[in-house]
Structures are given as C-alpha cells and as structure tokens.
C-alpha cells in the first residue's frame, strides 16, 4: 500500500514521537490493561492457583523423596525448591503474555491501537509492565504458601534480591513470548510453542531437583540453562552461597535476549499486515 493511502492517523503514527510521549502513551496502555484486568479477574486465576499448586504438589509428592537425597527430609526439600519456584514466576508469566497479545490481535485490539497516533513500543512496553505486576502478585501468593508450608526465610534482601533478578530475566523472556504472539495464527499456537520450549529448560535444570544425579551430558545443558542459575542464584541470595557466576550466567541470558528479541517484536508488531 502506497503512502498515500494511508490514513492520516496511521500516518502519523510512523511519524517520530518524543519520548515523553512514549511515557504517556505507555502509561495509559497500563491503565488500560489494568482496568481490562479489573473487569475480567478470571484472567488472574494463573497467577493466584500456578503458585499453589506447584508448590503443594511438589513439596507434598516429590519432597519426601528428594528431600532424603538432600540429607534431611520433606523440610529440607522445602527450603530447597521454593526459590526455584520463585525463579519459575517470571518465566510462567511470560508465556502468558504471548497468548494475551495474540487474543489481541485477534480480536482487532491491536489494529485499533496500530491506527492511532502512538508509539508502537508503548504497547509492547506497557504489556509487559502490567505482566511484571502480575508476576510480583504470584510471587506474593508463592511466599505465602512458602511460609505456611514451613519455609524459612534467611535473608529478606536476598529474597529482595531475588525477585528483581527474576522479574529481568521474566521481562527478557517476555519478547519472545510477544515475538510469538505476533507471528503465530493462534493463542493455542503460542501457548504449544512456549510449551514446547520451556519444559525442557523447566525439568531439565536445578529448580526441582539436584542436577549431581543426572546424565553427563544432561548436566553439561543444566550449566548453561539459565533457569539453573537463575534458581541456584535465588538459593545463594536466600540461603548462603554462591552467587557471582550463577549471577553473571543470568543477566548475560536477560541482556542477549532482550537485546536482540525486542528489535524483532517491535519490528514484527508494525509491519504484521
């Protein structure tokens, strides 16, 4: 289509705007999310049950068992696997935000917002914003069901700390998933993808259980999974230990994703005819 068929507000919509504008916009797209959010709370279920249930059915099922190997019992594994659930928030949340955007697109939210006069980054950037706050409401629910379950929190800056490096690594991984969410033709397409993608890095790293027991090579990919250090630095800033190099591995993981995966959903969400 010719430049001169298009309509004066998508026109201007590819014209610069000023970053206070970006600001702007994002901020009201945030409000905007948040009300739709207020309006229909069943879209909150995943972040009030995915933590419950998660930890109910490993600390109840699996924490007998791999709390022995971990020299104690089901109190033991308790202290061990809830930072790796907290590590587990950002990236459960991500994946929503995928399927979100592509029901968007769907529906012909996304084309109303592509024909006014914004900023396209702002309505990436005010999805994930508003997925961030759901993340930190599921990993208030996560602490809670932590404490009741008898975990005991050794370190409030840690746990701090802990959160934050979760919500970057969570934001990172979010382009992908809103990447996804432009270029799939379903909701349940993005919701298969992301599936498909995370179940290995889920169960084949340190958030559930010890990786000394598994296959040579199946350690060598735990290594480099970020979801590993991302757990095993939530341990060491929650409970003592190492941190330096579990730390580096996920911020370089968050950066690289972000800082190539952004461009592509920005560019993706405006040339998607």
């Not at 701090?160 to 809103?178: E, H, I, Q, T």
């Not at 199946?218 to 979801?227: H, I, K, S």
């Not at 095993?232 to 800082?259: E, F």
């Amino acid at each position: 289509m010719s430049s001169a068929a298009l309509s004066p507000a998508a026109a201007q919509a590819d014209t610069p705007i000023p970053l206070r504008a970006h600001l702007r916009h994002t901020g009201a797209l945030i409000r905007r999310n948040l009300l739709w959010i207020r309006q229909d709370p069943e879209s909150m279920f995943d972040a009030i049950l995915f933590p419950v249930v998660f930890t109910l059915l490993f600390v109840y099922v699996f924490g007998g068992s791999i709390g022995q190997s971990l020299g104690g019992g089901q109190d033991r594994y308790v202290q061990y696997v809830i930072p790796g659930l907290l590590a587990m928030m950002g990236m459960n949340m991500a994946q929503g935000v995928g399927t979100g955007f592509n029901q968007d697109f769907n529906s012909g939210v996304m084309d109303r917002f592509r024909s006014l006069p914004i900023g396209r980054g702002s309505v990436l950037f005010a999805k994930i914003a508003v997925e961030l706050l759901r993340m930190l409401f599921a990993t208030g629910v996560l602490l809670v069901v932590a404490l009741l379950v008898g975990y005991d929190v050794r370190s409030w800056s840690g746990l701090l700390a802990s959160v934050a490096l979760s919500a970057v690594f969570g934001s990172a991984l979010m382009w992908v998933f809103l990447t996804l969410g432009v270029v799939m033709k379903s909701a349940q397409s993005v919701q298969a993808m992301g599936f498909l993608a995370l179940m290995p890095l889920q169960f084949g790293s340190s958030i559930f259980a010890p990786t000394a027991s598994m296959p040579g090579w199946l350690q060598a990919f735990t290594d480099y999974n970020p979801l590993s250090a991302l757990a095993d630095c939530a341990r060491g800033l929650m409970q003592g230990g190492p941190v330096a190099h579990p730390l580096w591995v996920t911020l370089i993981w968050s950066v690289g994703l972000t800082a190539v995966m952004a461009p592509v959903a920005v560019h993706k969400f405006r040339t998607k005819s």
